[in-house]
């Protein structure tokens, strides 16, 4: 038994480390999760620094991709959502690649489960977890959000729209609600860039409230890449882009895939 749950952790590891197909995820982990010792998973995945994996390891396949409109969306947020999406890239079915140099990145309530090899881990480590911003299911209510990214100029925007139950002050959004945001765009974009990371510093100055439902965009370019180090900054502002409302800087650091499953 112990032979075999060391077996299911080293093809745990080589999953997570390669690029593989999702049907062969599937098929070997169907078949062998029942001898995983989760903890040797964990110290081995640790020593993984680097993963190699496409730039966004995620699919649109997933049940529900939270980044595509719903209907709590306003005009002013659609409207954006289209701009960006009509400069998005498009492959053709001969593979040419058309448009861009935008990419829309899909979003799900549970990132583990539609990473490479992790369809079976996130069924047992914290199998009610949920990723923060994607877990209020009146649409609407909370974060609404989709995140572009520039491959070209390795900038990145997301546009936001704040609901109602993330009230601060009255009438406005709470400052804890549009840091989140920002560490979320910020760290989405320093994965893109630079694959598993953690935020080590979000330094952020709120310059003017953002009225509650109001639709704004946050902003986010490379500072600079050194090594582990990935450092970004960040820019909230109104949709026409003419009113500045929060900044910060935000540094990334590299980890093993290990860390991020702790
Ligand atoms: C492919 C990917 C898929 C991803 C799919 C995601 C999909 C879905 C997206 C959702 C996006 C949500 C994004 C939320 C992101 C969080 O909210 S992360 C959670 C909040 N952050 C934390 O809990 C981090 C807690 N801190 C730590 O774990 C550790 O301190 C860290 C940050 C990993 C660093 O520890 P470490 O690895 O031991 O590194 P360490 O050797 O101490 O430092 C390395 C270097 O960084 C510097 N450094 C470290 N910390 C600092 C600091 N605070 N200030 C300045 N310098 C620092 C060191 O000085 C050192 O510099 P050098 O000496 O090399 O020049």
Request: charged fraction near 20%; hydrophobic fraction near 35%; glycine fraction near 10%.
């Amino acid at each position: 038994m112990l032979g075999r749950g060391l077996q299911m952790t080293r093809v745990i590891c080589r999953l997570m480390s390669r690029k593989l197909s999702a049907g062969l995820h599937r098929n070997i982990l169907k078949n062998m999760h029942p001898s995983i010792d989760i903890w040797s998973v964990r110290s081995s995945l640790k020593n993984i620094r680097s993963v190699t994996m496409a730039p966004w390891p995620f699919s649109s396949s997933g049940p529900r991709d939270y980044s595509l409109p719903n209907p709590s969306w306003r005009s002013e947020m659609q409207r954006l959502y289209e701009h960006y999406n009509s400069m998005c890239e498009v492959e053709t079915e001969g593979g040419e690649k058309l448009k861009g140099p935008w990419i829309r990145l899909a979003s799900y309530n549970r990132a583990l489960k539609y990473a490479p090899g992790g369809q079976c881990l996130s069924k047992f480590l914290q199998a009610k977890a949920r990723l923060f911003t994607r877990n209020i299911e009146e649409q609407g209510a909370g974060f609404e959000y989709v995140v572009f990214v520039n491959k070209q100029e390795k900038t990145c925007v997301c546009v936001f729209q704040a609901g109602h139950l993330l009230e601060g002050p009255p009438g406005l959004v709470h400052g804890g609600a549009i840091a989140t945001i920002m560490d979320s765009v910020t760290g989405t974009h320093a994965a893109y860039l630079s694959g598993p990371v953690m935020t080590a510093n979000l330094t952020i100055n709120y310059r003017s409230p953002i009225p509650l439902g109001s639709v704004v965009l946050v902003h986010s370019s490379v500072g600079e890449i050194d090594g582990r180090k990935t450092l970004l900054s960040c820019q909230v502002t109104s949709s026409d882009g003419s009113k500045l409302h929060t900044e910060a800087t935000g540094l990334f650091i590299s980890v093993s895939v290990g860390n991020l499953l702790m």
